[in-house]
């Protein structure tokens, strides 16, 4: 079943040409991901594990294509698709428990052991590892010359640790077994890359680039990094347990993101700013906290360190952020979804206040 996507060879010549510009710091403008929506009334399913694992990948396939075709694709998005499996589906394939429910996923240790008998093994039988891996593949022969096949969101090495282990009972042996932690999370660094390989292998043959869970557009290998788990412990346990495995990645990869989440993780932003492979940061204030165009600070800091800045936010976020701030280094992901005339509204009216800024 070829998927239609209402996005031309024009098009693709344009974000190729628009996202490498913006990656080199040579675009003068801010990057605005804009989604509008006609015709689908098919009901979304956000989590690709809410479907049994006795579905076919193709069955799953199909259902997302549906999905696609009703999608508009304003300012510089572009036809995108990512399994998601959870945030850190990479505890599934370490033998996690994975319980995914229709509004979330999570995970549970599948057995309580002393943390020095814990081996991390890649296991490539493993039943979430296939059913991604199964899935990956299917979309990218279906649909890979149309649509960019992103990345399943893999985790962070003390978020794939915490789901292995539970939380509190990490934070336990972060007191007293640090050494096995450190042995641990160094083993979850390589088994994170191997799997980041495996997936690049299927995905970019295609030749549409890649993307992670977020928004974002690469010519080459790209992932927004993360470490939730960060928001609970020390600078000091911050550089010596997630800067490594960090530095490892973005070694790795040809444009390494970090997903800054929540007032917690501010403390280590100094630390994250002074890694040099690392070309941006994405800033999400966290629940219950205002929105990313009220941290005109933290914005400031990250774009005058160098780095690049992805933000989820309004669009009257965006124009008051492009107001204080100016647009370039910036990629805004705009919540509204917009119908083509107010998309061309917004864009004219950004525009003309970045020309003030």
Request: glycine share 8%; aromatic share 12%; charged share 25%.
């Amino acid at each position: 079943m070829t998927i239609k996507v209402h996005f031309t060879e024009d098009d693709w010549a344009r974000i190729a040409r628009d996202w490498a510009a913006w990656w080199a710091h040579d675009l003068d403008r801010p990057l605005v991901v804009l989604i509008g929506k006609e015709g689908s009334k098919v009901a979304y399913e956000a989590f690709a594990s809410n479907f049994p694992l006795d579905v076919p990948a193709e069955a799953v396939v199909d259902h997302y294509q549906r999905l696609l075709e009703a999608r508009r694709f304003y300012g510089d998005a572009w036809p995108r698709w990512w399994p998601n499996f959870g945030p850190g589906i990479m505890a599934g394939f370490l033998g996690a428990t994975v319980h995914s429910v229709p509004d979330t996923v999570w995970f549970s240790p599948a057995r309580q052991e002393p943390i020095s008998d814990l081996r991390l093994t890649d296991d490539p039988d493993n039943v979430w590892w296939r059913r991604v891996s199964d899935i990956t593949r299917v979309a990218v022969a279906r649909w890979g010359d149309q649509v960019t096949v992103g990345h399943t969101d893999l985790g962070g090495n003390l978020d794939v640790l915490a789901s292995i282990r539970d939380t509190q009972q990490l934070l336990f042996d972060l007191h007293d077994a640090p050494c096995e932690v450190a042995r641990l999370v160094d083993e979850i660094t390589h088994l994170w890359l191997r799997y980041y390989d495996a997936l690049d292998a299927i995905i970019r043959p295609a030749g549409w680039g890649t993307t992670p869970w977020a928004a974002i557009w690469s010519p080459g290998r790209c992932y927004m990094l993360q470490c939730d788990f960060a928001y609970m412990i020390s600078p000091e346990m911050f550089e010596r347990l997630v800067m490594p495995y960090l530095a490892a990645c973005c070694d790795a990869l040809d444009h390494g993101f970090y997903h800054l989440d929540g007032k917690g993780q501010l403390v280590h932003l100094d630390m994250l700013l002074s890694l040099e492979r690392l070309r941006g940061i994405q800033w999400v204030p966290g629940d219950g906290a205002p929105p990313p165009e009220k941290w005109l600070g933290v914005l400031k800091r990250i774009r005058d360190a160098g780095k690049l800045c992805q933000l989820y936010v309004s669009a009257e976020g965006a124009r008051t952020i492009v107001r204080q701030l100016g647009g370039r280094g910036f990629a805004f992901g705009i919540h509204e979804t917009m119908t083509h005339a107010e998309a061309d509204d917004f864009l004219r009216a950004l525009a003309a206040e970045d020309a003030e800024a």
